[in-house]
T-cell receptor
Framework: GDSVTQMEGPVTLSEEAFLTINCTYTATGYPSLFWYVQYPGEGLQLLLKATKADDKGSNKGFEATYRKETTSFHLEKGSVQVSDSAVYFCALSLIQGAQKLVFGQGTRLTINP | GAGVSQSPSNKVTEKGKDVELRCDPISGHTALYWYRQSLGQGLEFLIYFQGNSAPDKSGLPSDRFSAERTGGSVSTLTIQRTQQEDSAVYLC????????????FGPGTRLTVL
């Protein structure tokens, strides 16, 4: 079945460090890919998305590129801030068939000043 | 504009009681989704509505769970005879159209079954 695998957390970094959170997927069809973020005490928010191969999604300094050949959608940020501390979820959604988001297990990120 | 709203924000109930959770989607959004977030299972899909119809109920964990949507807007998730394993945060999301369109999430209802 369709699934998403994220790197294990928690991840702890210092402010201004480079961030990568790995995400790979398995899908029977051609998915759209998403990163959602959940800040402490808040609901899930869409961070960025990409709908076709080689598309790059970007928002708030975060980027992720849809790599069909490696079935990956890794999240990166060049210089993290304390305010980026949150739980990050990679997810996929199929255009055909099931109309649901399939989520990875989430990665908790803590940024220390 | 107003986002997705859910009520109650917190619900504590006793094992065996029935509970109803409510979701108000973004106005004009035709698709509505329910998910469950729990420590052991992560984020799981429960059910999807397109208008008032539910073409995908595959995530409902048992026949104690049901949901309906009326007027193409408000949805109610009902859990009958609650069990302790039902304790979780129940999330509702809506999207303008179905498919791979962006889903917007509500703040969730935290359900605790004692």
């Amino acid at each position: 079945g369709d699934s998403v695998t994220q790197m294990e957390g928690p991840v702890t970094l210092s402010e201004e460090a480079f961030l990568t959170i790995n995400c790979t997927y398995t899908a029977t069809g051609y998915p759209s890919l998403f990163w959602y973020v959940q800040y402490p005490g808040e609901g899930l928010q869409l961070l960025l998305k990409a709908t076709k191969a080689d598309d790059k999604g970007s928002n708030k300094g975060f980027e992720a590129t849809y790599r069909k050949e490696t079935t990956s959608f890794h999240l990166e940020k060049g210089s993290v801030q304390v305010s980026d501390s949150a739980v990050y979820f990679c997810a996929l959604s199929l255009i055909q068939g099931a109309q649901k988001l399939v989520f990875g297990q989430g990665t908790r990120l803590t940024i220390n000043p | 504009g107003a986002g997705v709203s859910q009520s109650p924000s917190n619900k504590v109930t006793e094992k065996g009681k029935d509970v109803e959770l409510r979701c108000d989607p973004i106005s004009g959004h035709t698709a509505l989704y329910w998910y469950r977030q729990s420590l052991g299972q992560g984020l799981e899909f429960l059910i999807y509505f397109q208008g008032n119809s539910a073409p995908d109920k595959s995530g409902l964990p048992s026949d104690r769970f049901s949901a309906e949507r009326t007027g193409g807007s408000v949805s109610t998730l009902t859990i009958q005879r609650t069990q302790q394993e039902d304790s979780a945060v129940y999330l509702c999301a809506s999207s303008l159209v179905s498919g791979a369109d962006t889903q917007y999430f509500g703040p969730g209802t935290r359900l605790t079954v004692l």
